[in-house]
């Protein structure tokens, strides 16, 4: 473990943002982590992981810990589950892979998604159909106040959409260390029916799906829709879907008629951020080195050597006219720095 100076960014965020950092440390056992934290000499800290959920926007001046503890463990096996412990600087995608060979069902909608395990509590990151919360059980977290490891367990974690408490009250307050999921052994409850999975299947001639169909067919519409943060810089999904009151929703069906909605409650709805993008104009416009992609209007891209205060002033024109249009906000999902 070695603390390094004026280190760039770059390979440490799928934006591809080149900003540096005065400081610069990677840990990979707890142990590290602890001596690391309880140095007084830098009082300002960044915690980075696989970087997937971040917009970096100027150098940090400070120590940057970068979080490579790795590690899959079963803590306890049983007829019908399985509790399996991920370290946060696991890949998450080889994760869910690794548990899908080992035929653990729970977490297969989720193949593909940027970013490390340890962030996956923070953001209760989701898709087609499923989120973290699904499968959580638990996750240990060191506390910046004292260096000790918490126990956080699903009712600690108050989830909601994209949202945990590591995202308000605890918000800076913790570095999560491990994460452990219940997986299903038999009788795997697969979700097929949310967006083109099912579609998807079909295509491939799959009528019986296992998980590791679904892993597949996930995997397949998210290649086709979504950009390689390896070939082009992207954070994933840079905002939201909004809630909104049904009242607003009809209103717009005024105007909007083919607006596609998804119930949340008896008096709200949840729309499609990428669709109201598409609607404004802004899908595949691209504005020298940055903008939206091609193929999935939620994506922000970076085609090379664009800054970050860029894609965030074009983030801040997608909103305004957003809400100019619609009289919709929408929320940025990733952290900008």
Known sequence: MQIQ?????????????DVSANHFVSVSTIEELKQILSLKEYPNKLILG?????????????LVIHVN?????????????????????????????????????????????????????????????????????SCNAISLENIHIE????????????NSIFKNEAKGKYIVTSVTFKL????HQLHINYGTIAS??????????SIQDISKAVIAIRESKLPNPKVIGNSGSFFKNPVVPKTLYTNLLQNFEDMPSYPVSDTE???????????????GKRFGDYGVHKNQALVLVNYGDAKGSDILNLSILIQDTIKRLFNIYIEAEVNIL
Not at 151 to 162: G, I, N, S
């Open 184 to 187: 299903t052994k038999q009788n």
């Open 200 to 209: 998807q299947l079909e295509a491939m001639k799959i009528t019986a799906p």
């Open 50 to 62: 696989g970087g997937s959920n971040m917009l970096l926007t100027k150098n940090f001046e400070g």
């Open 69 to 137: 503890l790795k590690g899959i463990e079963i803590v306890s096996e049983h007829t019908d589950c399985v509790f399996v412990k991920a370290y946060a600087g696991e890949n998450w995608h080889e994760f869910v892979l690794w548990c899908i060979n080992n035929d653990f069902g729970g977490i297969e909608n989720l193949s593909l998604i940027p970013g490390n395990v340890g962030t996956t509590p923070i953001q209760n990151i989701g898709a087609y159909g499923v989120e973290i919360k699904d499968t959580f059980e």
């Open 269 to 283: 709805v949840k729309i499609p951020a990428g669709w109201l993008i598409e609607k404004a104009g802004f899908k």
């Open 151 to 162: 126990t956080f367990k699903k009712e600690d974690c108050q989830f909601d959409y994209r």
């Open 5 to 17: 100076q004026n280190i760039s960014l770059k390979p440490f965020n799928t934006f591809g943002i």
